[in-house]
């Protein structure tokens, strides 16, 4: 069973790499590094770190998958599952049914707003579930990379190095009240999406392999 579990984690691993690397090329190549200042973009490249460093360590300790890297691969399915949440119930409304068609399907927003995000629901409850016990302190550190983001997008937009880039972030172009209500949503929905695919985790994972910290 373990060496089962650890194939099907190479594989998915392996697919999440893949698709990230497709679609934050795409998106640089068409519309240039300014791409890196989106959520998405760093959400795909952060979870495709931790996939590679879950495939290395596998290889390094032959067969035990470490916590530390299981950990920081929920922390990403948390940004993942937030851009597909956002993307979906905030942006996609507002350009109507063809927006949404197009957010979730145009170049590499195919690959950063759908296939990556399936990709990466289907290896946390497939795979990681099924190896590690998730302590529920993670649904605070699921939320940690959205609120560095926040501070650090909110201070540039005030000092006007960048505009937005999505929105809601427009902070000279809407009340004060709007912007904090906005993060206060954004957070709360971080929150929420840690907190489910937490319970998820406990519900379903019953511990089939040990796995250690180091």
Same mark, same amino acid.
């Given at each position: 069973?373990?060496?089962?579990?650890?194939?099907?984690?190479?594989?998915?691993?392996?697919?999440?790499?893949?698709?990230?690397?497709?679609?934050?090329?795409?998106?640089?190549?068409?519309?240039?590094?300014?791409?890196?200042?989106?959520?998405?973009?760093?959400?795909?490249?952060?979870?495709?770190?931790?996939?590679?460093?879950?495939?290395?360590?596998?290889?390094?300790?032959?067969?035990?998958?470490?916590?530390?890297?299981?950990?920081?691969?929920?922390?990403?399915?948390?940004?993942?599952?937030? =851009?597909?949440?956002?993307?979906?119930?905030?942006?996609?409304?507002?350009?109507?049914?063809?927006?949404?068609?197009?957010?979730?399907?145009?170049?590499?927003?195919?690959?950063?707003?759908?296939?990556?995000?399936?990709?990466?629901?289907?290896?946390?409850?497939?795979?990681?579930?099924?190896?590690?016990?998730?302590?529920?302190?993670?649904?605070?550190?699921?939320?940690?990379? =959205?609120?560095?983001?926040?501070?650090?997008?909110?201070?540039?937009?005030?000092?006007?190095?960048?505009?937005?880039?999505?929105?809601?972030?427009?902070?000279?172009?809407?009340?004060?009240?709007?912007?904090?209500?906005?993060?206060?949503?954004?957070?709360?929905?971080?929150?929420?999406?840690?907190?489910?695919?937490?319970?998820?985790?406990?519900?379903?994972?019953?511990?089939?392999?040990?796995?250690?910290?180091?």
């Amino acid at each position: 069973m373990e060496k089962e579990n650890n194939k099907k984690a190479w594989i998915i691993n392996s697919i999440i790499i893949l698709f990230s690397t497709i679609g934050t090329i795409w998106e640089i190549w068409e519309n240039g590094w300014g791409m890196l200042r989106y959520y998405t973009v760093d959400s795909n490249i952060f979870i495709a770190i931790c996939c590679f460093l879950d495939i290395f360590w596998q290889r390094q300790e032959k067969k035990e998958r470490v916590i530390w890297i299981k950990n920081l691969k929920y922390i990403a399915t948390c940004c993942m599952m937030l =851009t597909f949440f956002v993307v979906v119930f905030i942006l996609a409304p507002m350009g109507g049914v063809a927006g949404l068609i197009q957010i979730l399907t145009e170049g590499g927003l195919l690959f950063h707003h759908t296939l990556c995000p399936i990709a990466a629901i289907i290896s946390y409850y497939r795979v990681d579930c099924k190896q590690f016990e998730l302590k529920k302190y993670m649904t605070y550190l699921g939320m940690v990379p =959205t609120v560095f983001y926040a501070i650090v997008v909110v201070i540039l937009n005030i000092k006007k190095k960048i505009h937005g880039p999505y929105p809601f972030l427009y902070v000279y172009e809407q009340d004060i009240w709007v912007s904090v209500m906005w993060i206060l949503v954004i957070l709360g929905l971080a929150y929420v999406i840690g907190w489910i695919l937490w319970k998820g985790c406990y519900l379903i994972g019953k511990n089939e392999v040990k796995c250690s910290y180091f």
